[in-house]
């Protein structure tokens, strides 16, 4: 279940299903504008607060000594006493926990990362090159545009069409969900437990930022873990 805090006067949600520090932002923090804060509130030193370049691509690092990381639209976190994030205006952000042996990531999936599968190669990492059974990954997916506001192209319905087996109930005329599309492809891998927040970043677009309803807005919500 999500549910909402503050953190120094400033809204944040965050899920009782992970028990590490997660949360994601609102309008009311802005990350790169606020780094002091965060590390404060997480007790991790700045140069322990990580962003990738993000590039709406299906490129997966694992987080090593580096602290700069081109190209790559989700981190893999194995490390204590740091902190990921990842940053957000309408795509969905998808956090992964595995709770037996304490590892996390962050997934930008905009429509083309989804279309990409970015979640379930995420998945695999953890479980391929980390050990990770996929029973004990427990998966959130975060604020993102909703159902009613996402209208795509027919090549964008296609192409997230074909990451799924079943696409019952997920798409309608021109329209697509991408929470939904999501959630079925993890759980397709095997995924069962996963907490889905009910925000839509058009229609609650007075808590987080929309790139479509905003005009192409550079502001950005994040999600955000630490270990």
Not at 98 to 109: F, G, L, M, T
Not at 215 to 224: D, G, P, Q
Request: with cysteine.
């Amino acid at each position: 279940m999500f549910k909402e805090k503050k953190i120094f006067n400033k809204k944040i949600y965050y899920s009782t299903l992970i028990p590490v520090p997660h949360f994601f932002t609102t309008r009311d923090l802005i990350i790169k504008d606020n780094k002091k804060l965060v590390c404060d509130y997480l007790n991790i030193q700045e140069k322990n607060l990580i962003c990738p370049n993000q590039t709406h691509s299906d490129n997966i690092q694992i987080v090593d000594d580096r602290r700069d990381y081109p190209n790559c639209d989700s981190l893999v976190l194995t490390q204590k006493n740091l902190a990921i994030y990842l940053n957000f205006a309408d795509c969905t952000p998808l956090v992964f926990y595995d709770s037996k042996n304490n590892i996390c990531a962050i997934a930008h999936a905009g429509w083309r990362g989804t279309a990409q599968r970015i979640g379930p190669k995420t998945v695999s990492v953890l479980v391929e090159q980390l050990g990770s059974n996929v029973q004990d990954i427990k998966a959130l997916i975060g604020p993102c545009i909703g159902f009613s506001s996402f209208e795509t192209s027919i090549e964008a319905l296609e192409a997230l069409k074909a990451t799924i087996t079943n696409p019952k109930g997920l798409f309608k005329d021109k329209f697509a969900d991408l929470k939904g599309i999501n959630k079925r492809q993890l759980e397709e891998l095997g995924i069962k437990t996963i907490d889905i927040c009910p925000y839509c970043t058009v229609l609650d677009n007075d808590k987080f930022f929309s790139y479509r309803k905003e005009n192409k807005t550079k502001n950005r919500h994040s999600a955000l873990i630490c270990l």
